[in-house]
């Protein structure tokens, strides 16, 4: 049996008034007219209200319409003459073959009889009945069982939207008014003739509004107007549709305005003539602009005209191959709004109208489809027969979406591509956005995969998006764009082209990122792919300016977390987003949106505010993330300890990170170890903003426990290379990890073999790498060997005295500690080392730095405890020692002995008489004259003095006043013990002091 698919059964009862005709008072052209022959005079009830009701409308001037552009990734709307929201206004141009002028006055189009009977139930057993031939392809009345026979009634004019033109002369009229006489007499025979005709009725008719003698004319001479149309028409071959003479009978038509009866019939005579499916696109060109204007009374009798049409081709179409019929999914998507019109008399034409587009569709999809795959064209003549059986008649053409369902399962990718944009079109009428709502996303839910154009869809719906107030429209719109976006197929395709617009994104845009609806595995990927978009941009080695990519990326993600509809999905990417911001931060570092490559004509109209900088979007999308996550109290972390300037510094970037780093260990653990495994890929890829970034988190969490579980390649063999890193900031990263990893008992034998690199890096000028080795050191050194121990103590002694407070105040603790870790056996090796050190730190006890002064006792105690030596109490005086030169005389006396021949005590303290710091010089100077006073002279006198003495004259021109009286001072001590040995240099000496001293 064969399979019906019912469709919607027209009731058979005739409307009221027999409401086709248009009441007017012009004479009726029976006598010339072949297609008015039997019909019945109407009451033209339903044409008067039309006529009432253009009379009451206000006229304006049509305005342009918005276009789109898509050139460069960029979407342009040109602003419209006027407000989509107000009726009166009319975005419409002229239309036809050629731009015409026609005149202000409205139209009236006839309606359409209800004496339609009968229903269209196809049966695929009868289309298939069909032969195959080349010569009788053509479906006939049989094919598609009980098809309606066309009324002999008027379908409607061509519509062109009216426009204004100045008078014509009074001479000029009467001049077109005889020529038009003239042809009614005569043949019409050369192509010339007859466009001279048409061009100068059309020229006429353009002056009716203000011409009675036109209108006089016109209306006396209908008849014969209308008998030569037709014939004209008539006389045109078969398939000359786009010939000159045709063209203009549209044109001329329209013009006529009042005496659509006679284009009514002049359709109905094309279509019975010449009944092929390329008639129906000429038809539809010129009916097209106004089955979408805004005013009621147009698009209702545009409407009715474009459902007779229908009607009289699904009757006597032709099916005969070629087929030519290119605006098919325009045509479907424009009924279909139609169909949902907030006004009644037009979504009840435009449901006739779809009743015979449908019966037409259904046939010419059978005569073209592919034989090869019959199969494919029965699994859509069933579900089209599924989906009708669901809906009862009324349900399916008052429903835009539910016509969309059934019309998507025949048409081809090309088709759907038209239906789309026509219905994205639709969008900016506010009475067909409901219909377009309703209509787009179905399609998008059905046939979505068989969409070409994602690309220029986005475009139409972010120039419609602030056209639409509806919410409801606007949740369909938005709807629409998640379909699209959580399909993988075209997720890149419209995160492209949403990332082509200006940031910061307009209030529209960012509604569209905040309110995507989509499934959580969908979310995932939506949220991934737009992060691997940034994330391409840090893989890329730096460039003179940043990809605009970027910028807008953040921005992106930024507005995405704001909306909270992605919530999870950024609980699940965490760590990748995080990381990824913070590299983004650090490329942003000190830009401007003129470092910025940004595409050319993206802010045509708007140019970026100084305060919007690439850095603003990081950081913002940053803060988002933490709070979108629950991180709040990593958030009053970073608040409260200035983490978030921190992070836009130049200087202090990675501080920030580490701030931000130890925040998460500390509140989030477990979110801390996520990062942590991811940063084990992550730090080989990018350039060295990207691989910093990283670094500085990863050597923070390598404090959390679960760092000991990292394999060695992966932690201490990744920080040995960071120590030979060229860029010195990554030999900071290196340490302060290894530091971290010492915490770890098991790792430190790995640890141990990197002594010979550390060690090298005490040499370093950069301080920070110079205190995180000793640091390291110091929890190391009870495990050197000897020879590695002694090596560094030399290292260590270089630093005594380092302009760097803390790299002298620490390399003394390490030295301190590495005396300590002497093994009792190896204590005569390093003897001769500690006994160096005395001298030094005994003047740096009276160093002006306090925690240097304090340190170097403490350390002088160690040696002291190694050389088994107990130093004299007045050793940790805090006093200077200028202050109380008799204590400093029993430290003097007690290393006199104690360093007797084994130390050149004498010529050490010399050394220091000429330090940089002046209680450095004065402590030595003063230690050198006291000292020569404990000292054995015997030694003085073998050796001489007078080295001594030359060191301490070229003190006595030092600038400071107190300097030079101790080394007077000094001086005089040194000649006095001198003399002892020669009586008769006692004066020379004297004289010699007095001559050096300054007066």
């Known amino acids: 049996m064969p399979l019906p698919l019912p469709l919607p059964r027209r009731g058979r009862g005739a409307r009221p008034g027999g409401s086709r005709v248009a009441s007017t008072s012009l004479p009726r052209a029976t006598a010339h007219s072949p297609r008015r022959a039997g019909r019945g005079a109407p009451s033209s009830s339903h044409a008067q209200r039309l006529t009432r009701r253009r009379h009451s409308s206000e006229q304006v001037p049509p305005a342009p319409e918005p276009q789109a552009d898509f050139r460069s990734g960029k979407w342009l709307q040109d602003r419209s003459g006027g407000d989509a929201r107000d009726p009166r206004q009319a975005p419409r141009t002229g239309m036809g073959s050629r731009h015409r002028i026609c005149s202000r006055e409205e139209v009236v189009v006839p309606y359409a009889s209800d004496s339609d009977s009968g229903s269209v139930d196809l049966q695929l057993s009868n289309l298939e009945d069909v032969k195959k031939g080349p010569s009788s392809l053509e479906l006939t009345d049989s094919d598609v069982s009980d098809i309606p026979e066309l009324p002999q009634e008027s379908l409607a004019d061509s519509f062109r939207h009216p426009t204004h033109q100045g008078p014509l002369g009074k001479p000029i009229v009467e001049r077109l008014i005889q020529s038009v006489r003239e042809f009614f007499d005569g043949e019409l025979k050369s192509e010339l003739e007859k466009l001279t005709f048409l061009r100068s009725l059309s020229s006429l008719s353009q002056t009716l509004p203000y011409d009675e003698t036109t209108g006089s004319f016109i209306h006396s001479h209908i008849a014969d107007i209308v008998h030569i149309l037709n014939r004209l028409v008539e006389e045109e071959p078969l398939h000359s549709l786009f010939s000159p003479v045709r063209q203009e009978v549209f044109v001329t038509i329209t013009d006529l305005r009042q005496t659509f009866q006679a284009f009514s019939e002049m359709l109905q005579s094309l279509v019975v003539k010449d009944p092929h499916l390329e008639n129906l696109d000429t038809i539809f060109k010129h009916m097209d602009p106004w089955l979408q204007s805004i005013k009621d009374h147009e698009r209702e009798r545009a409407t009715a005209s474009m459902a007779q049409v229908l009607k009289c081709l699904s009757i006597h179409l032709s099916l005969k191959l070629p087929l030519q019929f290119q605006r098919l999914g325009h045509l479907v998507a424009l009924m279909a709004l139609l169909c949902g019109d907030p006004l009644k008399e037009v979504a009840k034409e435009a449901a006739e109208g779809m009743h015979y587009l449908l019966h037409i569709t259904l046939r010419l999809k059978y005569i073209t489809h592919d034989k090869k795959n019959h199969q494919s064209l029965k699994r859509a003549m069933k579900k089209c027969r599924e989906l009708l059986e669901l809906y009862s008649i009324k349900q399916f053409y008052s429903c835009p979406f539910k016509i969309a369902q059934v019309f998507e399962v025949f048409l081809n990718s090309d088709e759907l591509c038209q239906f789309v944009m026509t219905t994205l079109d639709g969008l900016k009428n506010p009475y067909t956005q409901q219909s377009a709502g309703e209509l787009l996303i179905t399609l998008v839910e059905n046939a979505e995969s068989r969409f070409e154009k994602v690309p220029e869809i986005m475009g139409v719906i972010c120039a419609r998006l602030s056209i639409i107030s509806q919410p409801r429209v606007r949740q369909q719109i938005i709807n629409t764009v998640s379909l699209f976006i959580s399909r993988p197929k075209y997720t890149d395709t419209v995160i492209n082209h949403l990332l082509c617009h200006p940031v910061p994104y307009d209030r529209h845009l960012a509604e569209l990122w905040r309110t995507l609806e989509v499934e959580l595995p969908s979310t995932t990927w939506i949220l991934w792919r737009l992060l691997r978009k940034l994330q391409k941009c840090h893989n890329v080695p730096t460039q003179e300016k940043m990809a605009y990519v970027a910028v807008a990326a953040t921005d992106a993600l930024y507005e995405v977390f704001m909306g909270n509809r992605l919530r999870a999905a950024a609980f699940r990417l965490f760590p990748q987003l995080l990381m990824t911001l913070l590299i983004q931060i650090h490329h942003s570092i000190g830009l401007s949106m003129s470092d910025v490559a940004i595409p050319s004509g993206l802010y045509t109209e708007q140019e970026t505010s100084s305060e919007v900088t690439p850095l603003c979007f990081a950081i913002q999308a940053t803060k988002t ?78 404090q959390s426990p679960v760092a000991r579980r990292l394999p060695s390649i992966y932690s201490v063999a990744r920080l040995r290379d960071w120590l030979h890193h060229e860029n010195n900031l990554f030999k900071i990263l290196g340490l302060k990890g290894l530091n971290y990893l010492l915490g770890h008992q098991e790792m430190r034998e790995d640890i141990k073999s990197l002594l010979p690199s550390i060690l090298d890096l005490l040499r370093e000028t950069d301080e920070k790498i110079v205190l995180l080795a ?104 805090k006093d200077p020692w200028y202050i109380s030169p008799s204590e400093v005389g029993t430290v003097c006396k007690f290393f006199g002995k104690k360093c007797k021949g084994k130390v050149n005590i004498l010529a050490q303290t010399l050394m220091f008489s000429k330090n940089a710091k002046l209680p450095i010089r004065r402590t030595a100077v003063l230690f050198v004259g006291l000292l020569s006073k404990y000292m054995d002279h015997s030694e003085l006198r073998t050796k001489g003095t007078g080295w001594i003495e030359d060191d301490l004259r070229d003190l006595l021109r030092d600038p400071e006043p107190s300097l030079r009286i101790i080394t007077s001072q000094a001086l005089f001590r040194v000649q006095k013990v001198g003399a002892e040995s020669d009586p008769t240099q006692t004066v020379f000496g004297l004289r010699k002091l007095m001559g050096c001293l300054p007066t």
């Open 774 to 877: 000793v640091q390291i050191l110091l929890q190391l050194v009870g495990t050197m060997e000897f020879t590695t121990l002694t090596a560094m103590m030399r290292t260590l002694f270089s630093l005594f005295g380092d302009v760097r407070p803390d790299v002298h105040r620490f390399s003394m603790t390490l030295f301190g500690a590495s005396i300590k870790s002497v093994k009792y056996t190896d204590k005569k090796g390093v003897e001769n080392q500690v006994l160096d050190s005395l001298v030094p730190l005994l003047l740096y006890s009276q160093d002006e730095n306090d925690a240097v002064a304090e340190e170097s006792r403490r350390v002088l105690t160690i040696c002291a405890q190694f050389l088994k030596w107990k130093l004299p109490q007045e050793v940790y005086c």
């Open 625 to 702: 993330l933490l709070l979108r996550t629950l991180c709040w109290q990593e958030f009053n972390i970073m608040e409260k300890n200035k983490g978030w300037t921190l992070l836009e510094g130049k200087d202090c970037h990675l501080q920030g990170v580490s701030l931000l780093a130890n925040a998460l260990l500390e509140r989030s653990h477990l979110l801390a170890h996520k990062v942590m495994y991811l940063l084990v890929p992550f730090l080989n890829r990018g350039n060295d903003k990207h691989q910093l970034t990283s670094a500085g988190f990863f050597v923070e969490l390598l």
